[in-house]
């Protein structure tokens, strides 16, 4: 390359493409064309924004997310502190707005994209639900903050469970199934297992009343949420947005960002290949991602890079947000061809360590110094490189974003009330389920051996159970077909077998 013009070709093919803005040459001139953009098809080759507090990332989120929804891409983003509501709705153009447009010859317009908001706790969206058997004991033991021994114990306990036909639903059942096992009518039955010590199983049971304290047995039950639900389009094409509201559980951070992982090793697990397709069929927003790693456990690490690997064949792409590239493993890094670096401060020796850290993994140019540039950006520029059309990577580019066409702003509680009203996720999703599972079954396995007295026979049937109808109800309407004590299913990370797909006939979901 020769020139700044010529280096810009990089970005001038035709292929459907999200358009991130202007390039921005040493000058800080903005250059119309080409506009920066990524390859529609090569968003499922996962990616990176990054950068300090208060740089724009989560507006960055945002005009990817309204994109592709535009384009027919259905969306999974995390929205913590309550920002990306503003994408149910169109924005308000203003001068800022419109000459910051004009600046790189952008055509602004103000555009909303249907969305449905979700939530671990029902508060501010549809409650979303999964099985404890389905999580599985690896992602269990990081929400509960397990050590390795702690985990190995729970891994055990999960085993039995399969091997006995004991659905683990929700926390009633984990909890039935350790008490029985370190009860004397149960301490026998881990025989062929190995021994599990009533001081570990006591950890095991403080650790989950501390995590219900905080709420999480809302989480963990039925119906489960079915992955088919984040692959939706509207009639006229445009991909469903699905916003994880995170405002009421940031203190909560195991929590959802294991959820999280739930989700994409779903998606993993049951999702059929289809290699390479004009556009993917889910990406996914995988905000504050540095909580996922942390603190996390070897096996834990293994699983997750191997879902981010080789997920982009189920044409799902994986976008994680975070402050710097060193908070993700380099493995996981090394999976992310486009990158959306905003600014970084070096205020201190470590500052200055992570950003020449960030400079490494970004691809060499001749017209940046990159250390330079990436302190010096403003709030909404960024350093981008991505992948082409044919794969290859596009040059390092400082860019000027175009502003998104969504509010840039929190919803008012009464247009977020009217949005939670108006979801299609309502009906599958509303009602929690209560079938016979662990809970239950323990407790007539031991009636059946030491029948009780009349009284603690009245009180073993206190727990509320559903009648016949609502039986038939729950497993043929809501909940995903499974048979109890014959089949248990579980995700990757604790993995049995693939989901059957709950029939649906709400808005248009991907024909497979």
Known sequence: MTSFAEMLEGYAFDAPAITLGGALDGDGAVHRVPLVRIPLAMMNRHGLVAGATGTGKTRTLQLLAEQLSAQGVPVFVADIKGDLQGLAV???????????????????????????????????????????????????????????????????????????????????????????????????????????????????????????????????????????????????????????????????????????????????????????????????????????????????????????????????????????????????????????????????????????????????????????????????????TALDPKGRPTPVVATRLIPPGARMAPLTPEELKVELAQSDLLAEYGVAVDRESAHEMLAKRIAETQPPPEEARRSAGARVRKTATQAAVGAIGVTIGRTVGREIVRGVLGMLGVKPRRRTTRRTRWGF
Not at 227 to 241: K, S
Request: one cysteine or more.
């Open 90 to 384: 169109p924005g308000e153009g203003n001068d800022k707005i419109t000459s910051r447009a004009e600046s790189m010859g952008y055509s602004w317009k103000a555009a909303g994209a249907p969305v449905e908001f979700v939530s671990l706790t029902g508060r501010n969206g549809v409650q979303l639900r999964a099985t404890v058997s389905s999580f599985g004991p690896l992602l269990l033991a990081k929400v509960l903050r397990l050590n390795e021994t702690q985990t190995s114990v729970l891994s055990l306990v999960f085993k039995y469970c399969d091997d006995q036909g004991l659905p683990l639903l929700d926390f009633a059942d984990l909890r039935s199934v350790l008490q029985f096992l370190t009860s004397d009518a149960g301490k026998g039955a881990l025989a062929e297992y190995g021994a599990i010590s009533s001081q570990s199983v006591g950890v095991l049971l403080r650790k989950m009343v501390e995590l219900e304290q905080q709420g999480a047995e809302r989480f963990f039950g039925e119906p489960e949420f079915d992955i088919n639900d984040l692959l939706v389009t509207t009639a006229d094409g445009r991909g469903v947005v699905t916003c994880l509201e995170l405002a009421d559980v940031q203190d909560r951070p195991a929590l959802f960002s294991t959820f999280m992982m739930w989700l994409l090793a779903e998606l993993y697990q049951n999702l059929p290949e289809v290699g390479d397709i004009a556009k993917p069929r889910l990406v996914f927003f995988f905000d504050e991602a540095h909580l996922l790693f942390d603190d996390a456990p070897k096996a834990f690490l293994d699983q997750v890079q191997q879902v981010i690997r080789l997920i982009r064949s189920k044409g799902v792409g994986v976008f994680f947000v975070t402050q710097t590239p060193k908070d993700l493993p380099e493995d996981v890094l090394a999976q992310l061809g486009n990158r959306v670096q905003h600014a970084l401060r070096a205020h201190t020796p470590n500052d200055d360590k992570a950003l020449r850290a960030t400079v490494r993994t970004y691809p060499k140019t001749g017209f940046y110094d990159l250390e330079e540039t990436l302190t010096s950006l403003g709030t909404g520029e960024a350093v981008v």
